[in-house]
């Protein structure tokens, strides 16, 4: 028996087959695809492959599709196949959240999750937020908010509850261990802070937790502390720091080298190069400097670690890096989603990033497992990588 195939799929298909086509010439105009998909009669043909599954499925299966699920899956499975990690698909829940991580703005309770077992569980809990105040915690889930079960509202509806504008207040019921307690809080939008201080004697000390578009303004800010205070000698911090924003790194590295050295060296899929300099080198570093890093610095924080072992001759500490040196160009679709490419590679001009990382000149042991929780319950004399970086600032200092 012949069925004909649904207006609505139809168009469906047709809306998929335009993206997926968008997405393949925009692909080609920058070299990233050059030979996936050989010519246009070789789309035809996956386009009619597509047609036909669809047609036998709906013609002789015995159960209903879920239209919304399929698009998805259809989506995500041609980027799957692109054998590269770091190219991404997200949902338009995901790139929401993933521009609103970029921005360095925070609308929710104060804490990322996944979810597990079809509960919101908690990875991340936002420094000075509504959830760190309520005493949330890194691996607890979230089972009802406001009475109603998170498992039956479905994990996205349930996370969005927790994105309601800002002043919604809420009530939480936490699972810790198996025991339940509850929690009430209200949303807000705050910015996320990416940058903290720290002096050691006449020693300062700059953490960067990730680049995002308010790193600059924050970095300046506290570097510009630190000089009022007199300090001689720079330390930075930039272990866990996995952001992808490079712009921000960059940005923040032409104003610490000397006026027109190079920040970076950009190479395209076609090999070709392109050379980012400082324009002002304003606020150039002229002390004694070093960058602690370990496994968990990645992508602009290994760039930022190898220009300024370039650049001022800063000494890095700690372990190699995780070796991330892609640059990601973000392309939004039609219906709020959006897909992540790697198109170039970033490079200093000693150090190459891309599958190699940045090799510490002093290396130190990490601290048990070097996550945030642990690090903060460390300090100058208990923080084996610290403690090192210390020593070698100390021992280029001048004699007093």
Do not use: W
Not at 37 to 55: F, G, N, P, S, T
Not at 118 to 125: K, L, Q
Not at 284 to 299: D, F, L, Q, Y
């Amino acid at each position: 028996m012949n069925r004909k195939i649904p207006l609505g799929l139809t168009i469906a298909l047709m809306a998929i087959a335009a993206a997926i086509t968008f997405i393949i010439s925009t692909s080609y105009s920058m070299g990233i695809f050059n030979g996936l998909v050989a010519d246009v009669q070789q789309r035809a043909e996956m386009y009619q492959k597509l047609e036909q599954i669809d047609a036998y499925v709906r013609a002789y299966y015995d159960g209903t599709i879920d239209e919304d699920k399929l698009i998805e899956a259809l989506a995500n499975g041609y980027i799957s196949i692109l054998e590269d990690a770091d190219a991404k698909y997200l949902t338009a829940q995901d790139y929401t959240l993933y521009r609103e991580h970029l921005s360095g703005t925070h609308l929710g309770i104060g804490v990322y999750t996944y979810p597990d077992g079809g509960y919101p569980t908690v990875s991340e809990v936002l420094a000075n937020s509504p959830a760190s105040t309520a005493g949330i915690s890194v691996g607890e889930s979230i089972i009802e908010i406001n009475g109603q079960s998170a498992l039956d509202l479905g994990y996205s509806a349930a996370t969005e509850l927790l994105r309601s504008p800002a002043g919604t207040q809420l009530e939480l019921t936490i699972r810790s261990g198996g025991v339940d307690r509850t929690a009430v809080v209200s949303t807000i939008q705050m910015t996320v802070g990416t940058v903290r201080t720290a002096t050691y004697g006449s020693l300062g000390c700059i953490k960067i937790t990730e680049f995002n578009e308010k790193t600059y303004q924050q970095f300046m800010a506290a570097y510009s502390s630190l000089q009022s205070q007199g300090v001689n000698a720079l330390l930075i911090d930039l272990r866990n720091n996995s952001g992808e924003l490079f712009d921000s790194a960059v940005n923040i590295l032409g104003a610490l080298l000397p006026s027109g050295a190079d920040v970076a060296i950009n190479i395209g899929r076609d090999g070709a190069e392109s050379v980012y300099e400082t324009a002002s080198g304003s606020r150039m570093i002229t002390v004694p400097t070093a960058v602690i890093v370990n496994s968990r610095t990645k992508g602009p924080a290994e760039l930022f670690a190898a220009v300024l072992k370039d650049g001022v001759g800063a000494s890095i500490v700690g372990t190699q890096t995780a070796g991330e040196g892609d640059f990601f160009e973000t392309y939004p679709l039609y219906d709020g989603s959006a897909i992540v490419l790697p198109i170039s590679t970033l490079r200093s001009t000693n150090i190459e990033i891309e599958g190699v990382g940045v090799k510490p000149d002093y290396e130190a042991p990490v601290a048990f497992d070097d996550t945030d929780e642990e690090l903060a319950l460390l300090d100058e004399t208990t923080d084996p990588a610290l403690k090192r970086a210390i020593e070698v600032l100390t021992s280029l200092l001048p004699p007093e």
